[in-house]
Every structure is written in C-alpha cells, then in structure tokens.
C-alpha cells in the first residue's frame, strides 16, 4: 500500500545551522565536512523561528552539517518548542553519547539517524572505516533517552537491495520508522555519484519493498516517491493555485542553508527562485519582498510545467521523486533545456 498522503502534513522550516561535520559523505548535498568551519550565529537562527512561526510553519527539521557539532543546538531546539513547534533532527549518530544527546532528547520530538546499507556499504558512502558500528553503538543511548527515532536511509541507484537490512536493523533497535530518501543531486554527491540518482524503476520497487518489509517487520516504512497515478489524484497539493498569496503556499518546506540562503520548496532550485539571505535582512522581510515579486507564481507555474510534463508523457516512469524533479526542471529553465533531456544542469 503506498502512502495516501504524498506531499506529507505541516510546514516545515529545514535548518542548515552549520557546515561543519565529523564526515565528509559521498552523498552530502550541503558539501559538509571536517574542514569546513561555516555556520550562522544563534541570533540570526531564532530570528528566523519566529519570523518562519509567524509564516505558518510549524516544524522545525534540523540537518547539517552535523547538528550535534552546533555549538548552541540546545538553545536552537529549545527556542522551537517555546513557540510551539514541532522538532525534528537528522544525525548521522557518531556523536550522540550520553553526555552530547542526552540533555537534548528532551527538546527533541523525532531523531533520524542516517543509516546507509550494510556496514561496508555505509563505511563507504561516509567515507570512514568503521563509522557504522561507531553508529550503532549509541543507538542504546538514544533509545534509552526515552526520544522517538528512526532511521534515514539513502536511496541510490544500486541499494535497493540493502533497504531488508536497514528495516530489519531498526526493527532490532527499536527504532519507530524507516524514511528512505532518494539521493538529492546538489552538493558533494554531484561530483561523487554522477550516476547514482535512483530512476523510477528503483523507485517503484523501494516503495513496493518498503510495503512488503513494513508489514512483516512492523516498522513504518516510507519512501520520499510518489506513483504518477498519485501525481495526478493529489494535484492540488503539488500544484499550487494563483496568485501566490502567502509563502507555506508555494514553499512548504523552506530551506535555511548554512550560508543564510533562503530556498523555497527543495534544495538544488535554481538560485533565481531564492528569497535572499539572512545575512542581509530578516525572514519576514526577505518573505515580503520575495511575495511582492513575480517569483513565487514564476514557481507555482514550474511546478504545474512539471506536473503536466511528468502526467502527460506516455512513457511517464511509473514513480519519482517530486520535489528533485521540480529542482532538475528550475535549472533546465535557466539553460533553455526540455526537463527530460537532462542529466544535469548546473543551479
């Protein structure tokens, strides 16, 4: 049974607060690793909560960078849940021991732990030996700390197969749900997995294995795909209505990069469709200026070119990943390409 709610529930405000990380991934959109020293100052980020909780959004989904490398994480997340919001993170669980995670599974709603594959499979992405029983280790501490959790699973164009075992793995664990996210091709995984972007068969076989592995083990499996048959029975929700008239309409995910860049619904947009930077004005001014502009219902008409292009065409693949799809078809505008001729096109 695929998921009946595609393009899932609240607005959600994805936070980049840094770049710095333990790990320099393979996959990693935000180009992050240890070396890298980027981050937004504390001040600037809660600004942005409230600006963002007066917008509509009601969830915070925190990523990276790694976040547990944030020095002022606890205030971030504790910030979020005086306005109410909901709080999510993404860790990639090398860091969470008891002294790091503990004081902040209280702040914390949901964890995703990044879980690749099998051990060689995922020391190999992350580019580190021995970087999955480092994870695994403190999946006792996070379970412990009482926090809901889950893993993250990265879909390629060749592990597909490996998703049992990360559904078996998290059945063992006690972890509540498995997200299998489709490789997102921006940052570091441009040049490291050119080839690597799952197609629609892979897709389709992901959700029909998250369906069969869900029901036998008991962990809720869901995969970041949805059928065209979907696309077309929930078109207003990928669709959305003019005029543009407020930012949860158009962008209901908003993404803050650790540079302070402001991108409406997807990473690897074409940067045309951004709302500016942080570093220049707050949210709610940079949201005013962007809805006064032609941008937003230049992206509500994107997506419907994308909609119709992905509906109409007879040999239409039988599943894909939609907000990637909207983010290929932004760049093919910007280099006067048809969407489907591309592999890809520079933001």
């Known amino acids: 049974m695929f998921n009946d709610n595609p393009t899932g529930g609240m607005p959600v405000l994805q936070l980049h607060p840094s770049r710095r990380c333990n790990l320099a991934c393979r996959h990693c959109y935000s180009s992050s690793g240890p070396d890298i020293r980027q981050e937004l100052p504390i001040a600037t980020l809660t600004a942005c909560l409230d600006d963002a909780y007066a917008a509509g959004y009601r969830q915070l989904a925190i990523s ?12 971030l997340l504790w910030h979020a849940r005086e306005l109410g919001m909901t709080t999510t993170m993404t860790t990639n669980g090398m860091l969470a021991t008891a002294r790091h995670w503990t004081p902040l599974a209280p ?18 992405i992350r580019g580190q030996t021995g970087a999955f029983d480092k994870t695994v280790r403190h999946l006792d501490v996070i379970r412990t700390s009482g926090a809901p959790f889950g893993f993250i699973f990265t879909l390629t ?31 570091r995984a441009t040049a490291t997995l050119p080839q690597a972007r799952p197609d629609g068969l892979e897709l389709i076989v992901a959700l029909v294995e998250a369906a069969r592995l869900g029901a036998a083990l008991g962990v809720a499996v869901h995969v970041d795909a949805v059928t065209v048959e979907q696309l077309m029975r929930y078109r207003s929700r990928f669709v959305p209505a003019l005029p543009v008239t407020s930012l949860t309409q158009v962008a209901p995910i908003l993404v803050v990069q650790a540079d302070g860049m402001v991108v409406p619904l997807t990473h690897g947009i ?34 419907r070119r994308t909609w119709e ?19 290929v078809a932004s760049r093919a505008l910007i280099a006067g390409l048809p969407r489907w001729t591309l592999g890809s096109v520079p933001a």
């Open 107 to 124: 702040l914390v709603d949901f964890l995703a732990v990044s879980i690749d594959g099998l051990p060689a499979e995922h020391d190999e």
């Open 64 to 75: 990276g960078g790694e976040p547990l490398m944030y020095g002022e994480l606890h205030a």
């Open 157 to 187: 164009q060749h592990n597909v197969d490996s998703l049992e075992f990360v559904v078996r793995l998290a059945a063992q664990a006690g972890a509540r749900a498995v997200q299998v996210h489709p490789l997102t091709m921006d940052g």
């Open 270 to 303: 074409a940067g045309r469709f951004m709302l500016g930077s942080l570093g220049t004005a707050r949210l709610a001014l940079l949201a005013e200026r962007w809805l006064e502009s032609q941008w937003p219902d230049e992206l509500a008409q994107l997506c």
């Open 309 to 327: 292009d992905l509906t109409a065409c007879e040999t239409a693949t039988a599943a894909l990943y939609w907000y990637e799809e909207v983010a």
